[in-house]
């Protein structure tokens, strides 16, 4: 099977940056794209950024300035830059990356464990 494992969480202040990872093992042809989400206890998951293999994004509108997702099949990963972080950027990131096993067989989605981000002073 797949496997993801997300790194690079932690605290850091007010206008810090972090740079998160998502790494894939297994039976991996390629990713085909990948995802950022993150979630606050009792609140909605909600999607943060987006990439296709071609280079493709989308952003949360709050965030297109300060966060930018990269996939690098050489790695088999996705990461996440987070630049000039603010307090409410404080949540659970969850990375999803979209896995070709096979060249012309479809794709299947495949979450990570989720990986705490603290912005505080």
């Known amino acids: 099977q797949v496997q993801l494992l997300e790194s690079g969480g932690g605290l850091v202040q007010p206008g810090g940056s972090l740079t998160l990872s998502c790494a894939a093992s297994?039976?991996?042809?390629?990713?085909?794209?990948a995802a950022w989400y993150r979630q606050v206890p009792g609140q909605q998951r909600d999607m943060v950024a987006a990439m296709t293999s071609g280079g493709g994004t989308n952003y949360a509108d709050s965030l297109r300035d300060r966060f930018t997702i990269r996939i690098n099949n050489a790695e088999h990963a996705v990461s996440l830059q987070m630049n000039n972080l603010k307090p409410d950027d404080t949540a659970v990131y969850y990375c999803?990356?979209?896995?070709?096993?096979?060249?012309?067989?479809?794709?299947?989605?495949?979450w990570g464990q989720g990986i705490q981000v603290t912005v505080s002073s």
């Open positions: 999803r990356v979209t896995v070709r096993k096979y060249a012309g067989r479809p794709s299947a989605d495949y």
């Open positions: 297994g039976k991996i042809y390629n990713i085909a794209g």
